[in-house]
């Protein structure tokens, strides 16, 4: 899955009222919604000179077919608005990536039905400005970074799901506050240096490079070649 707020090839909308955001992995996974009250806006909301989805706290999107088990990497490039439980990507009781129990900071949570737990991830790392948050899992430990700087580890075990919500809980609850700007899911646990590679990418467009710990590794090449870089994901 790769949706891309800064592409507008890829958001069809209406007075700025997004109805379909389309998958550039060329999987088809596109997000829709239908409803005018619940669609996030487009063309009004800039993350650090790029434009990034706006989502009020009643907004959410959909697709029914993406499949999703426990061997994944996920990255985000998001920002929060608001505290407490809100959820950027949602499979209830089996998948969330949001914000933690009273506050704005990152939390991701697996389960197979029932949560594994419920705590928010440590050390606590606010998403109250834009972040690049990410967690690469092998169903059985998930790793969550923010800005490429690991936190505690997780369980990640969790049973192969369909669909997925964007902006909600099952679009009805713990609404999303605030702005997504990219989403980007690989369906494998990603080596350290091809993650490095995606942080990098995401952080230089994004206008977050230097939010990047300084050993990072992509950070000191970046340095090095005064600011040129290439990837390749294997």
Excluded at 30 to 36: A, C, D, E, G, L
Excluded at 115 to 132: G, H, I
Excluded at 162 to 173: A, C, K
């Amino acid at each position: 899955l790769w949706l891309d707020g800064n592409d507008s090839s890829t958001i069809t909308h209406s007075s700025n009222y997004v109805s379909q955001w389309s998958d550039k992995s060329g999987r088809g996974y596109n997000f829709t919604q239908s409803s005018t009250t619940n669609k996030p806006r487009t063309g009004n909301t800039l993350a650090n000179g790029t434009n990034a989805l706006n989502f009020d706290g009643s907004d959410f999107m959909h697709n029914i077919d993406i499949p999703i088990n426990g061997r994944h990497s996920i990255f985000v490039v998001a920002s929060s608005d608001a505290n407490g439980y809100r959820r950027i990507l949602d499979i209830d009781e089996y998948l969330f990536i949001g914000n933690g129990n009273g506050n704005n900071n990152f939390a991701s949570l697996y389960g197979s039905g029932s949560w594994n737990d419920t705590s928010t991830n440590s050390p606590a790392q606010s998403l109250s400005k834009l972040s690049l948050i990410s967690v690469t899992n092998d169903n059985t430990t998930a790793t969550p970074y923010v800005n490429g700087v690991a936190q505690n580890t997780k369980n990640g075990q969790m049973s192969r799901e369909i669909g997925l919500f964007l902006g909600s809980e099952r679009g009805t609850t713990q609404f999303w506050d605030g702005k997504i700007a990219e989403v980007i899911i690989f369906d494998a646990t990603l080596s350290d240096t091809n993650r490095h590679a995606i942080e990098a990418h995401l952080a230089a467009k994004w206008g977050m490079f230097y939010d990047l710990p300084l050993d990072h590794p992509v950070h000191r090449s970046y340095l090095a070649t005064a600011g040129e870089f290439d990837f390749e994901i294997n």
